[in-house]
């Protein structure tokens, strides 16, 4: 069983459509959350990063994270084809970044 | 501007020749990554230093080395032994081992 499992898509959906995007890990160690927006043949660029169970919202973009079910999910409102990319969920555990883990990786169409 | 630059952006190397990848950053991050990016893989870890003249082995850094002489620059270099390096490889760096990583925008190496 792989530490991070991310639903692979590919994900397509209408614009203004509510995406959710999401992930799940078996490693209670881990405390560090975060999601990375990567378009094609360019390096992932850091969306949220968080360490609390709960939301936390960044204008379109909402992370929940659930402790107790090892459950993250990151939800975009009004999606824009701008939006098209693939979204990569990380996580690591505290005082350890080199333990630094990726999902998959969940490639997302907005189509006008 | 502050950042991470890999370059090149694309190189092409002969099979049982060693190539080294550049990364520079001006971010005064104390932390960095080399990370390798298959299609339909997460990202897996080659290298991390936490400080200068000072570096660990990542999950899959058989065929590769780097050195960190200096805070802003931590080169890669795939060496004949790495048996299948076509791939694209992503450098990061972070303040330390408790923060975000940030990333480059990569280089795709091919063996040609």
């Not at chain 1, 459509?17 to 660029?45: D, H």
């Not at chain 2, 092409?12 to 990016?37: I, P």
């Not at chain 2, 990542?58 to 790495?82: C, H, M, N, W």
């Amino acid at each position: 069983q792989k530490e991070v499992e991310q639903d692979p898509g590919p994900l397509s959906v209408p614009e203004g459509a509510i995406v959710s995007l999401n992930c799940t890990y078996s490693n209670s160690a881990f405390q560090y959350f975060m999601w990375y927006r990567q378009y094609s043949r360019k390096g992932p660029e850091l969306l949220m990063y968080t360490y609390s169970s709960g939301n936390k919202e960044d204008g379109r973009f909402t992370a929940q994270v659930d402790k107790s079910s090892k459950y993250i999910s990151l939800f975009i409102r009004d999606s824009q084809p701008s939006d098209s990319a693939t979204y990569l969920c990380a996580i690591f555990p505290s005082g350890s970044a080199r333990q630094l883990t990726f999902g998959s990786g969940t490639q997302l169409t907005v189509l006008p | 501007d502050g950042g991470i630059t890999q370059s090149p952006k694309y190189l092409f190397r002969k099979e049982g020749q060693n190539v080294t990848l550049s990364c520079e950053q001006n971010l005064n991050h104390d932390a960095m990554y080399w990370y390798r990016q298959d299609p339909g893989q997460g990202l897996r870890l080659i290298y991390y230093s936490q400080i200068v003249n000072d570096f660990q082995k990542g999950d899959i850094a058989e065929g590769y080395s780097v050195s960190r002489e200096k805070k802003e620059s931590f080169p890669l270099t795939v060496t004949s032994a790495q048996k299948n390096p076509t791939a694209f490889y992503l450098c990061a760096s972070s303040i330390d081992e408790n923060t975000e990583a940030f990333f480059g925008q990569g280089t795709r190496l091919t063996v040609v």
